[in-house]
């Protein structure tokens, strides 16, 4: 085991290192350890899931690891990731923990963490928890030496609370329309709020995949995949859809004529809408990644005159970025939206409330609402593996430095997914012809590194 965290917390394959059931014991002892305030007795963990079988695993494990250093523990049941931190804050908790695996499917679960400010950990941090639970020595001191013990409750009214703060995050000058929308839950946490909330605010509401078992979380529905959700809105005439993912933290919307809107459009329509022209005094810039579509940051700096910072994948470091900039607004492609005036984390239902309320505003149709910019032509490609060398890892990473691979007017990203097997292309351009080129060009040399391996370790 080499390291603990990827790029949104921890998350493998449920059962397996780093999460089997003793290491599991071992980070929220470590967690604990490092987090407990040292000014109160009375120190307090928010503990929250997802809809995913291995929830039930997980659940007691980090339970009792936390009451063996003394935390009194709050259970909440399934909610969406959001809020984590929001309860962290109301309750005055030291530290949150949503047991998750994402848009991952069921055979996958995680673990993501906040402190008391409702913040993910830092790199620093979640470095500092694996150099302990990996050194014996170390762990050795992770120790209640006061002897007391937490105790655990169920807190009953936690969705109410997260239900009524994304009330009042609406504003108040905006009369809502009467809107037809589908709401696709992916089978996972948002399951039960969403379809409330928004039946309470007076949408027209159908729901699909709000019914889990605990196995068919993110599968072949919600933000993940879309397919189902298009159908729907197209036969129901429905004025939009929106998919969230497994645990709610990220939003992929449909128009009304079943055309995908991602991340970056929304991102768009929330610079036009909730940042241009508040006549702050400053232009703080939007953060997004790497990923985002070059066609977005032309319109930002063109359009709107407002800059885009770009971070590596993964929302922690759009949300850092967000700090160090003072930034309104920031996200990733794949649908997670940081709203930082309400939330530190995405918050899938708030962004989709958001949009429901400037479609209220403008009285516009999905579809012409969200035509903003042009995309540039993107091609993403994941291959998948099942274990890499070290040697090839750092030959694929170098394929980035790859100039001769480069044609003009385009880009192209070469990565090593941070929460499954995969490693990620994303090439993009002006003309789909040369994107579609140089995709191919470095598909095939992916490819190459991985069949290497292979036929290596076969003759080992």
Known sequence: MAYIFGTDGIRCLANQEPLSP???????????????????????????KDTRLSGYLYEPIVTAGFISMGIDVILVGPLPTPAVPLLVKTLKADIGVMITASHNTYEYNGLKFFDSNGFKLSSKLEKKIEQIVLNKKKYSNVLNKKNYLGKALRLEDAAGRYSEYLKNTLNKNIKLKKIKVILDCANGATYNIAPNLFWELGYEIITINNNPNGKNINKNCGSVDVNELKKKVIKTKSNIGFAFDGDGDRLIAVNEKGETIDGDKIIALFSKYLINGKNLKVNYPVITTVMSNMGLEMYLN??????????????????????????????????????????????????????????????????????????????????????????????????NKNKSLLKKNARFIVRISGTEPLIRILVEGKEYF???????????????????????????
């Open 22 to 48: 003793d290491t599991t014991l071992k980070i929220a002892k470590t967690v604990a350890y490092l987090l407990k305030s040292n000014t109160k007795s009375n120190s307090r963990v928010v503990i929250s």
């Open 302 to 399: 063109n359009n709107l005159k407002i800059k885009l910072f770009r971070t590596t994948v993964g929302d922690i470091n759009v949300i850092k970025a967000m700090k160090k900039y003072k930034s309104k607004l920031g996200g990733e492609q794949s649908g997670h939206i940081i709203l930082s005036d309400y939330c530190n984390s995405g918050d899938g239902i708030l962004v989709a409330l958001k949009i429901l309320e400037i479609m209220s505003l403008t009285k516009l149709e999905s579809s012409k609402l969200f035509d903003i910019y042009k995309d540039f032509p993107q091609i993403k490609i994941n291959i998948p593996f099942i274990k890499l060398s070290k040697k090839n890892m750092i030959l694929i990473k170098n394929i």
């Open 434 to 460: 040369e994107v579609e080129f140089v995709a191919k060009k470095i598909e095939s040399k992916v490819r190459l590194y991985l069949e290497k391996w292979i036929f290596n370790t076969a003759r080992i």
